[in-house]
């Protein structure tokens, strides 16, 4: 059973969520938060599994909470799955950078909200490409963009490790990154579980922004 925390400042969507959550036999809410700082407290008082969270809430915002939820080792494990109006929200990037572990547009289907909190409850991260690319390459060219990951980055890694970050940048999962590079579904976990400790990214959405940032993967497609 994979326990939700609804955080959003509005009442009526946090209604409508817990709804839609508690009509899936798989999945219950243990609570809601309308503030971001409510979000991080209820997170560990409701032993939160993922947290549905805004971007845009009082006290604290969704980034800031997600950043701490990511921080405290008593809340190690948990999941962010990060809520916004607009696929093209920079904010969004940060939130990743902070350690979520995926986003959504709030007009998503219903179907689709159940299933992302599946996906990420189950520790993969949900990253649409072409938002996630557009995003990401936005966010980089800002001045004074901190660095994520360890020293050496991609240089680290073989070649087909490289090759598999570059499929995890461009949003595959591992069924769709063994399909495109001919490997077993486990061996592409495998890599992937590799390349994370290699670099120090904590879930697939941080190799995405240290794949971006370090050239790997760019804005238009091609890789360095």
């Given at each position: 059973?994979?326990?939700?925390?609804?955080?959003?400042?509005?009442?009526?969507?946090?209604?409508?969520?817990?709804?839609?959550?508690?009509?899936?036999?798989d999945?219950?809410?243990?609570?809601?938060?309308?503030?971001?700082?409510?979000?991080?407290?209820?997170?560990?008082?409701?032993r939160?599994?993922?947290?549905?969270?805004?971007?845009r809430?009082?006290?604290?915002?969704?980034?800031?909470?997600?950043?701490?939820?990511?921080?405290?080792e008593?809340?190690?494990?948990v999941?962010?799955?990060?809520?916004?109006?607009?696929?093209?929200?920079?904010?969004?990037?940060?939130?990743?950078?902070?350690?979520?572990?995926?986003?959504?547009?709030?007009?998503?289907?219903?179907?689709?909200?159940?299933?992302?909190?599946?996906?990420?409850?189950?520790?993969?991260?949900?990253?649409?490409?072409?938002?996630?690319?557009?995003?990401?390459?936005?966010?980089?060219?800002?001045?004074?963009?901190?660095?994520?990951?360890?020293?050496?980055?991609?240089?680290?890694?073989?070649?087909?490790?490289?090759?598999?970050?570059t499929l995890?940048?461009?949003?595959?999962?591992?069924?769709?990154?063994a399909?495109?590079?001919?490997?077993?579904?486990?061996?592409?976990?495998?890599?992937?579980?590799r390349?994370?400790?290699?670099?120090?990214?904590r879930?697939?959405?941080?190799?995405?922004?240290?794949?971006?940032?370090?050239?790997?993967?760019?804005?238009?497609?091609?890789?360095?």
């Open positions: 059973m994979i326990r939700v925390l609804l955080a959003d400042d509005q009442t009526l969507v946090r209604a409508a969520f817990a709804m839609l959550v508690e009509s899936d036999p999945m219950t809410v243990v609570g809601q938060a309308a503030t971001g700082l409510e979000a991080v407290e209820t997170a560990r008082s409701a939160a599994d993922l947290v549905v969270m805004d971007i809430m009082p006290e604290l915002d969704g980034i800031e909470a997600t950043r701490r939820i990511a921080a405290d008593d809340l190690a494990g999941k962010v799955l990060v809520l916004t109006t607009y696929d093209t929200d920079d904010h969004v990037v940060e939130a990743l950078r902070a350690g979520a572990s995926g986003f959504l547009v709030k007009d998503t289907l219903p179907a689709e909200l159940l299933a992302a909190i599946k996906t990420v409850a189950a520790g993969e991260s949900l990253l649409s490409p072409g938002p996630t690319a557009r995003l990401i390459a936005r966010f980089l060219s800002g001045p004074s963009v901190p660095a994520l990951g360890t020293p050496g980055g991609p240089e680290r890694l073989s070649e087909r490790e490289r090759q598999v970050l995890v940048a461009r949003g595959l999962n591992n069924a769709k990154i399909e495109t590079l001919g490997l077993s579904p486990l061996t592409a976990k495998t890599h992937v579980s390349i994370m400790g290699k670099l120090g990214a879930d697939r959405a941080q190799l995405v922004i240290i794949a971006y940032e370090s050239g790997l993967v760019v804005p238009s497609g091609r890789q360095e």
